[in-house]
């Protein structure tokens, strides 16, 4: 059965994830670095890996320092108060503004999502346009 199926590499992929996780999840995050975790992995996994996390610290520890228990709820707060941000550009914009369609946009809208990101996600449409334009002109 189809179904079955999916859920039997649903299960799996969370279990490749949540033992070896891509981004190291700690209360000690600033929230730059849990923002962009929150991107790349998306609230649920996130809440996820805080919870093995946590649990994995404590598994591991003979005390839990004083608040330590809040700052792990902090993260799971955190995840749930996330609200998702879009990369404001497309493929189509990288058409419109010249760029042959192919790889090249691919490739050129990804570095541009990355400048994005490493900016914390402020820059806006335009900015990120004329990042692309930048870009495409060397």
């Given at each position: 059965?189809?179904?079955?199926?999916?859920?039997?590499?649903?299960?799996?992929?969370?279990?490749?994830?949540?033992?070896?996780?891509?981004?190291?999840?700690?209360?000690?995050?600033?929230?730059?670095?849990?923002?962009?975790?929150?991107?790349?992995?998306?609230?649920?996994?996130?809440?996820?890996?805080?919870?093995?996390?946590?649990?994995?610290?404590?598994?591991?520890?003979?005390?839990?320092?004083?608040?330590?228990?809040?700052?792990?709820?902090?993260?799971?707060?955190?995840?749930?108060?996330?609200?998702?941000?879009?990369f404001p550009l497309k493929g189509r914009d990288a058409i419109a503004i010249g760029i042959p369609s192919g790889e090249r946009v691919g490739a050129l809208l990804a570095e541009v999502e990355t400048w994005w990101i490493e900016g914390?996600?402020?820059?806006?449409?335009?900015?990120?346009?004329?990042?692309?334009?930048?870009?495409?002109?060397?």
């Amino acid at each position: 059965d189809r179904r079955a199926d999916a859920l039997r590499w649903g299960v799996l992929a969370w279990a490749i994830l949540l033992a070896d996780p891509p981004v190291a999840i700690k209360p000690e995050m600033d929230t730059r670095a849990r923002r962009r975790a929150f991107h790349g992995l998306g609230a649920e996994m996130f809440r996820s890996l805080t919870i093995v996390a946590w649990a994995d610290e404590v598994s591991h520890a003979s005390f839990e320092p004083h608040g330590r228990n809040q700052a792990w709820l902090d993260l799971l707060k955190a995840a749930d108060d996330w609200q998702p941000v879009e990369f404001p550009l497309k493929g189509r914009d990288a058409i419109a503004i010249g760029i042959p369609s192919g790889e090249r946009v691919g490739a050129l809208l990804a570095e541009v999502e990355t400048w994005w990101i490493e900016g914390d996600f402020r820059a806006g449409r335009e900015e990120c346009l004329a990042r692309l334009r930048e870009l495409a002109a060397t």
